[in-house]
C-alpha cells in the first residue's frame, strides 16, 4: 500500500543455486513497466535488489510482479499493490470560542481520500504578518487552543491531515479568518450610590479608576433575593456613568452590581449592593372637576393617577366648607374603579373645597383642590321627608326653572367655546404653515425655521439658536412629474430638478395640508438627520430643500427600483411568470449574490450611520431604496436619532417585527437595536419579502422573544448566512455584532462567490408567507 504521488522504493529478494544475479531480477508495474534497479545487496544465499518508483499515480493499483531468471530456471512472485489518496479537508476549521489571547477551534469536520488519520496540523499565522506559519500537531479531532496571541488581530488558519507512509501529509485544507478578542476588563466599577425616583425607578451611579484601561460600557445587572437576574442594562459608553431601572417592585429587596465590558469581554463585577424600594401611595389623581348638580348636590369626576404603585382598592374624597369652621370630612368610593363621586346632603349657594386621592396598600397623594358652589337662594338643605302636595309641587317648579336655566346657559357657553376653538384651530392652522417643531432626542423643544437656506433650531432653554445649513432649491427650479408614493400624511413625487446649473430626476417629499405636529416634527428632524449624515454611496442623500408658501420640501436621490420590499416580491417568478420559472428553474429573477449585495449595501450603510453616532429604529426592507446599478440606499429618516442611547417616551406606531427585545421591553433603542432589526432584514432579503414571524400576533411575539424563540432559517438559506441573523438576534444587545463585523462577513461571502442563497427550484418549494396587515402593526 502506497500514498498517492509518492516515490517509495520497493525491495525483491531471490534465492537460487547458483544465486541470481541483479541483471537477472526485474520489478514490473500493473501497466508491464520495468522498474529501474538502483541498488543490490549480495548476501550468503540471497540477493536483495531496491527498485526506484517515480511518482505514483491511480493508475499504479494493481498486480505487481518480481521476477528472476537464472541458467536453473525461472520464479515470479506478484503482489496487490494499492494507491491511497492523502487526505485533505473539505471545509475550514470552525471558530468555537475566543478570548483576547486565545482561540479555541475545531479543526475539521469531513475529509477528502483515504483514512485512517494518524495526525492533524494546525496551522496559524497572523493575517498581516509576513512571517513564517507556527503549527500545532495533535493525533486526534479533538478541539485545538490557540495559545499566547496578540489581542484584537486577524488570524490565518488552515488543517493539514497525514495517513501512513511516506508521502502521506495531504494538501493543506480552506483557510479561515478569526479574530482574537479585545483585552479583558481587569478594573472593577465602584458603586457611588443610588436613589429611588418617580414610577419605582432605581438611579445608580458608579466610577471607575481613572487610570483603568480601554473599555467599550458597562452592564448592570439586579438581582432578586434568589440571586435571580431580575434585569440586565447595557450602557454602551465608557462616559455614561449612570443608569436608570423601572417597573420595580415595592418591599423587595434587590442585589445591584456593575461590570466593564470590552468588546464581548467582561471584567470583573462590582461589589454586591442591597437596595430596596418602601412602600409607596398612588400619584395624585389627576384633572379633578367638581360640578353643581343642584342646592345639594355636587359632583366630583377624576382620571386615575399617572402612577397607581399597585391595585387601587378606592379613592378617598375629602370636602370642607370654604370659610367654615368645621374639620374636613372623608367620604370612600365603594372601589378602585369609580372615578366619580355623588357628594349630598351640601348647604345651598355654599362653596365647598374637595381633594381627592387613591388608596392602594398606603394612601396616596392628594389630588389639587377644586372649589365648586351648590345651587339656591342661600336656605340651608333639610334632609328628604314626606310633606304636603304643594311643598312638593313647589320643589318640582323650582328643579324645572333651575334646569331651563342650566340648560340655557350650557347651551350658550358650548356655541361660545365652539366658536373660540374654530379660531383657533384657524390661527394654529395659520401658523403651523410657517413654523415647524421639531421635538429633540435630548427632550428639549426645537422650533425650526425657515431663512435663505438656513434651517434655524431653538432649542428652548438654550438662548442662542443653532443654525443648520441645507442645499437650496428654487421653486423655479422644481418640475413636478408623477406621484412616487402616497401615505395617510405625506407623499413622495417624482420631479426634475435643476442644481448647481444641471437636470436631474429627484423625488420630493412632502406632507399633506394636515399632517399632525408631530408629522412636522418628524419631516423636520429627517431634514436634519440627512445635513448631519453628509453623502454615503449606501445612504439615500439629500440633494436640497425649499420652502415655499411655508411648506417645507426635501429633494432626495431618485431610486428607479423604488423599495427594496416591493422589489424583492417583484422578483417571485414562480409567482408572476410560472412558465419562465419551470422553464429555467429558478425561484427568483435575482441572483443570490445580488441578494448578499444587498445585505452588503445596507450593512455598510449603517456602518456608516453607527460611526456618526445615528440610531435608525425603523430599519427594514420597506425603508431601504434601490437605486442605479441595483445599489440599496437607506432611507426613512424620520425616526431616527443622533444619540448613543435613546428612550421613546412618545406614543407612536411601532414596528414591532423588526424590534429588539430590549426595544419591545423598555423603549430603549440603541446601535444594537438597528442589528437586531438588520438580522430581520437579511431574513426578508433572503425570504424574497417574506413577513417576519409570518400567522404570529404581536402579542405573542413580546411573550415568545424573551423565551428564547426565533424564525427558523428559510430552506434556500446556507447555515453561515442564518448563523449570522442569529448573532444579530442575541438576547443581549452587547454580544450582537457590530456593524463593521457584519459589512467584513459579508464582504468575505460575496468574495467566495458560493451560492449562499438557494434560489433554484427544489422539491415542494414553496415562498415564506405575506401579511400585509401584519407589516403595519
Same mark, same amino acid.
Given at each position: 500500500?502506497?500514498?498517492?504521488?509518492?516515490?517509495?522504493?520497493?525491495?525483491?529478494?531471490?534465492?537460487?543455486?547458483?544465486?541470481?544475479?541483479?541483471?537477472?531480477? /526485474?520489478?514490473?508495474?500493473?501497466?508491464?513497466?520495468?522498474?529501474?534497479?538502483?541498488?543490490?545487496?549480495?548476501?550468503?544465499?540471497?540477493?536483495?535488489?531496491?527498485?526506484?518508483?517515480?511518482?505514483?499515480?491511480?493508475?499504479?493499483?494493481?498486480?505487481?510482479?518480481?521476477?528472476?531468471?537464472?541458467?536453473?530456471?525461472?520464479?515470479?512472485?506478484?503482489?496487490?499493490?494499492?494507491?491511497?489518496?492523502?487526505?485533505?479537508?473539505?471545509?475550514?476549521?470552525?471558530?468555537?470560542?475566543?478570548?483576547?489571547?486565545?482561540?479555541?477551534?475545531?479543526?475539521?469536520?469531513?475529509?477528502?481520500?483515504?483514512?485512517?488519520?494518524?495526525?492533524?496540523?494546525?496551522?496559524?499565522?497572523?493575517?498581516?504578518?509576513?512571517?513564517?506559519?507556527?503549527?500545532?500537531?495533535?493525533?486526534?479531532?479533538?478541539?485545538?487552543?490557540?495559545?499566547?496571541?496578540?489581542?484584537?488581530?486577524?488570524?490565518?488558519?488552515? #488543517?493539514? %491531515?497525514?495517513?501512513?507512509?511516506?508521502?502521506? !501529509?495531504?494538501?493543506?485544507?480552506?483557510?479561515?479568518? =478569526?479574530?482574537?478578542?479585545?483585552?479583558?476588563?481587569?478594573?472593577?466599577?465602584?458603586?457611588?450610590?443610588?436613589?429611588? /425616583?418617580?414610577?419605582?425607578?432605581?438611579?445608580?451611579?458608579?466610577?471607575?479608576?481613572?487610570?483603568?484601561?480601554?473599555?467599550?460600557?458597562?452592564?448592570?445587572?439586579?438581582?432578586?433575593?434568589?440571586?435571580?437576574?431580575?434585569?440586565?442594562?447595557?450602557?454602551?459608553?465608557?462616559?455614561?456613568?449612570?443608569?436608570?431601572?423601572?417597573?420595580?417592585?415595592?418591599?423587595?429587596e434587590y442585589g445591584l452590581e456593575v461590570l466593564v465590558y470590552?468588546?464581548?469581554?467582561?471584567?470583573?463585577?462590582?461589589?454586591?449592593?442591597?437596595? =430596596?424600594?418602601?412602600?409607596?401611595?398612588?400619584?395624585?389623581?389627576?384633572?379633578?372637576?367638581?360640578?353643581?348638580?343642584?342646592?345639594?348636590?355636587?359632583?366630583?369626576?377624576?382620571?386615575?393617577p399617572e402612577y397607581p404603585n399597585g391595585g387601587i382598592t378606592?379613592?378617598?374624597?375629602?370636602?370642607?366648607?370654604?370659610?367654615?369652621?368645621?374639620?374636613?370630612?372623608?367620604?370612600?368610593t365603594d372601589s378602585g374603579a369609580e372615578t366619580n363621586k355623588?357628594?349630598?346632603?351640601?348647604?345651598?349657594?355654599?362653596?365647598?373645597?374637595?381633594?381627592?386621592?387613591?388608596?392602594?396598600? #398606603?394612601?396616596? !397623594?392628594?389630588?389639587?383642590? #377644586?372649589?365648586?358652589?351648590?345651587?339656591?337662594?342661600?336656605?340651608?338643605?333639610?334632609?328628604?321627608?314626606?310633606?304636603?302636595?304643594?311643598?312638593?309641587?313647589?320643589?318640582?317648579?323650582?328643579?324645572?326653572?333651575?334646569?331651563?336655566?342650566?340648560?340655557?346657559?350650557?347651551?350658550?357657553?358650548?356655541?361660545?367655546?365652539?366658536?373660540?376653538?374654530?379660531?383657533?384651530?384657524?390661527?394654529?392652522?395659520?401658523?403651523?404653515?410657517?413654523?415647524?417643531?421639531?421635538?429633540?432626542?435630548?427632550?428639549?423643544?426645537?422650533?425650526?425655521?425657515?431663512?435663505?437656506?438656513?434651517?434655524?433650531?431653538?432649542?428652548?432653554?438654550?438662548?442662542?439658536?443653532?443654525?443648520?445649513?441645507?442645499?437650496?432649491?428654487?421653486?423655479?427650479?422644481?418640475?413636478?412629474?408623477?406621484?412616487?408614493?402616497?401615505?395617510?400624511?405625506?407623499?413622495?413625487?417624482?420631479? =426634475?430638478?435643476?442644481?448647481?446649473?444641471?437636470?436631474?430626476?429627484?423625488?420630493?417629499?412632502?406632507?399633506?395640508?394636515?399632517?399632525?405636529?408631530?408629522?412636522?416634527?418628524?419631516?423636520?428632524?429627517?431634514?436634519?438627520?440627512?445635513?448631519?449624515?453628509?453623502?454615503?454611496?449606501?445612504?439615500?442623500?439629500?440633494?436640497?430643500?425649499?420652502?415655499?408658501?411655508?411648506?417645507?420640501?426635501?429633494?432626495?436621490?431618485?431610486?428607479?427600483?423604488?423599495?427594496? @420590499?416591493?422589489?424583492?416580491?417583484?422578483?417571485?417568478?414562480?409567482?408572476?411568470?410560472?412558465?419562465?420559472?419551470?422553464?429555467?428553474?429558478?425561484?427568483?429573477?435575482?441572483?443570490?449574490?445580488?441578494?448578499?449585495?444587498?445585505?452588503?449595501?445596507?450593512?455598510?450603510?449603517?456602518?456608516?450611520?453607527?460611526?456618526?453616532?445615528?440610531?435608525?429604529?425603523?430599519?427594514?426592507?420597506?425603508?431601504?431604496?434601490?437605486? !442605479?446599478?441595483?445599489?440599496?440606499?437607506?432611507?426613512?429618516?424620520?425616526?431616527?436619532?443622533? /444619540?448613543?442611547?435613546?428612550?421613546?417616551?412618545?406614543?407612536?406606531? %411601532?414596528?414591532?417585527?423588526?424590534?429588539?427585545?430590549?426595544? %419591545?421591553?423598555?423603549?430603549?433603542?440603541?446601535?444594537?437595536?438597528?442589528?437586531?432589526?438588520?438580522? #430581520?432584514? @437579511?431574513?426578508?432579503?433572503?425570504?424574497?419579502?417574506?413577513?417576519?414571524?409570518?400567522?404570529?400576533?404581536?402579542?405573542?411575539?413580546?411573550?415568545?422573544?424573551?423565551?428564547?424563540?426565533?424564525? !427558523?432559517?428559510?430552506?434556500?438559506?446556507?447555515?453561515?448566512?442564518?448563523?449570522?441573523?442569529?448573532?444579530?438576534?442575541?438576547?443581549?444587545?452587547?454580544?450582537?455584532?457590530?456593524?463593521?463585523?457584519?459589512?467584513?462577513?459579508?464582504?468575505?461571502?460575496?468574495?467566495?462567490?458560493?451560492?449562499?442563497?438557494?434560489?433554484?427550484?427544489? /422539491?415542494?418549494?414553496?415562498?415564506?408567507?405575506?401579511?400585509?396587515?401584519?407589516?403595519?402593526?
Amino acid at each position: 500500500e502506497f500514498n498517492l504521488g509518492s516515490e517509495p522504493i520497493v525491495s525483491c529478494v531471490a534465492t537460487g543455486n547458483p544465486l541470481p544475479t541483479s541483471d537477472s531480477v /526485474e520489478l514490473r508495474k500493473a501497466d508491464g513497466t520495468v522498474l529501474k534497479l538502483i541498488k543490490a545487496i549480495i548476501e550468503p544465499g540471497k540477493i536483495t535488489c531496491e527498485f526506484q518508483v517515480q511518482h505514483l499515480t491511480k493508475a499504479d493499483t494493481g498486480l505487481w510482479e518480481c521476477r528472476v531468471s537464472t541458467t536453473g530456471g525461472q520464479d515470479s512472485r506478484k503482489v496487490k499493490v494499492n494507491i491511497r489518496v492523502p487526505p485533505a479537508p473539505l471545509s475550514p476549521p470552525r471558530l468555537l470560542a475566543k478570548q483576547s489571547r486565545q482561540l479555541v477551534v475545531s479543526p475539521m469536520d469531513c475529509f477528502s481520500g483515504d483514512g485512517p488519520i494518524i495526525s492533524i496540523k494546525l496551522l496559524y499565522k497572523p493575517k498581516d504578518d509576513t512571517s513564517a506559519w507556527s503549527s500545532i500537531v495533535v493525533d486526534n479531532s479533538e478541539n485545538i487552543t490557540l495559545m499566547n496571541l496578540r489581542p484584537v488581530t486577524a488570524y490565518i488558519v488552515k #488543517v493539514q %491531515l497525514s495517513r501512513p507512509g511516506d508521502g502521506g !501529509e495531504g494538501s493543506k485544507g480552506p483557510e479561515a479568518v =478569526m479574530v482574537t478578542e479585545c483585552l479583558e476588563p481587569t478594573v472593577k466599577p465602584v458603586i457611588e450610590g443610588w436613589s429611588i /425616583e418617580e414610577k419605582n425607578t432605581l438611579h445608580v451611579n458608579w466610577k471607575l479608576p481613572s487610570n483603568h484601561e480601554p473599555a467599550h460600557g458597562f452592564i448592570v445587572h439586579l438581582f432578586d433575593s434568589a440571586k435571580r437576574l431580575v434585569c440586565e442594562k447595557n450602557i454602551t459608553s465608557i462616559s455614561v456613568l449612570s443608569a436608570r431601572i423601572g417597573d420595580l417592585e415595592f418591599n423587595k429587596e434587590y442585589g445591584l452590581e456593575v461590570l466593564v465590558y470590552h468588546c464581548t469581554s467582561l471584567g470583573p463585577p462590582s461589589d454586591l449592593y442591597k437596595v =430596596m424600594i418602601n412602600s409607596k401611595g398612588p400619584s395624585s389623581p389627576r384633572l379633578l372637576s367638581a360640578e353643581s348638580m343642584s342646592d345639594t348636590v355636587i359632583k366630583l369626576s377624576w382620571q386615575v393617577p399617572e402612577y397607581p404603585n399597585g391595585g387601587i382598592t378606592k379613592y378617598i374624597v375629602e370636602l370642607q366648607q370654604v370659610g367654615g369652621t368645621s374639620e374636613p370630612q372623608w367620604i370612600d368610593t365603594d372601589s378602585g374603579a369609580e372615578t366619580n363621586k355623588i357628594v349630598g346632603g351640601l348647604n345651598a349657594s355654599t362653596t365647598y373645597q374637595f381633594r381627592v386621592r387613591a388608596n392602594s396598600h #398606603v394612601p396616596g !397623594e392628594w389630588s389639587q383642590p #377644586v372649589k365648586a358652589k351648590t345651587l339656591g337662594d342661600g336656605a340651608l338643605s333639610v334632609p328628604p321627608s314626606l310633606g304636603s302636595q304643594s311643598n312638593e309641587q313647589a320643589g318640582i317648579d323650582q328643579q324645572l326653572l333651575l334646569a331651563i336655566v342650566g340648560s340655557v346657559s350650557v347651551t350658550c357657553l358650548t356655541i361660545l367655546f365652539a366658536l373660540l376653538a374654530l379660531f383657533l384651530i384657524k390661527k394654529n392652522f395659520f401658523h403651523r404653515r410657517r413654523t415647524f417643531t421639531y421635538q429633540s432626542g435630548s427632550g428639549e423643544e426645537t422650533i425650526l425655521q425657515f431663512n435663505s437656506g438656513t434651517l434655524t433650531l431653538t432649542r428652548r432653554p438654550k438662548p442662542q439658536p443653532e443654525p443648520l445649513s441645507y442645499p437650496i432649491l428654487e421653486w423655479e427650479d422644481i418640475k413636478f412629474e408623477d406621484m412616487i408614493g402616497e401615505g395617510n400624511f405625506g407623499q413622495v413625487i417624482r420631479a =426634475m430638478i435643476k442644481k448647481d446649473g444641471l437636470k436631474m430626476n429627484a423625488a420630493i417629499k412632502m406632507l399633506k395640508e394636515f399632517a399632525s405636529e408631530n408629522d412636522h416634527r418628524d419631516f423636520a428632524g429627517e431634514l436634519e438627520v440627512l445635513c448631519k449624515l453628509g453623502h454615503h454611496p449606501n445612504i439615500i442623500n439629500l440633494l436640497g430643500a425649499c420652502e415655499n408658501k411655508g411648506y417645507l420640501y426635501i429633494a432626495i436621490e431618485y431610486a428607479p427600483y423604488g423599495n427594496l @420590499l416591493d422589489f424583492l416580491r417583484k422578483s417571485r417568478v414562480l409567482e408572476t411568470d410560472p412558465a419562465f420559472a419551470k422553464e429555467h428553474g429558478t425561484a427568483s429573477t435575482l441572483t443570490s449574490q445580488q441578494l448578499l449585495q444587498f445585505a452588503s449595501d445596507v450593512a455598510k450603510g449603517m456602518q456608516y450611520l453607527s460611526e456618526k453616532q445615528f440610531i435608525h429604529r425603523d430599519l427594514a426592507a420597506r425603508n431601504i431604496l434601490v437605486g !442605479e446599478n441595483l445599489a440599496s440606499k437607506i432611507a426613512d429618516f424620520g425616526l431616527s436619532r443622533g /444619540e448613543e442611547v435613546y428612550v421613546k417616551k412618545t406614543m407612536g406606531r %411601532l414596528p414591532v417585527r423588526w424590534m429588539a427585545i430590549e426595544s %419591545l421591553n423598555y423603549s430603549v433603542y440603541t446601535t444594537k437595536s438597528d442589528v437586531w432589526s438588520f438580522g #430581520v432584514l @437579511l431574513w426578508e432579503i433572503v425570504s424574497l419579502g417574506g413577513t417576519p414571524y409570518c400567522g404570529m400576533t404581536c402579542a405573542e411575539l413580546y411573550e415568545k422573544l424573551p423565551q428564547g424563540y426565533r424564525m !427558523e432559517k428559510p430552506r434556500n438559506c446556507d447555515d453561515e448566512v442564518y448563523e449570522l441573523m442569529r448573532q444579530c438576534w442575541r438576547d443581549r444587545p452587547y454580544e450582537r455584532p457590530p456593524f463593521a463585523q457584519i459589512s467584513m462577513q459579508l464582504i468575505r461571502m460575496l468574495e467566495a462567490r458560493k451560492a449562499y442563497v438557494n434560489m433554484a427550484l427544489f /422539491e415542494n418549494f414553496t415562498y415564506a408567507g405575506i401579511d400585509a396587515t401584519a407589516e403595519e402593526a
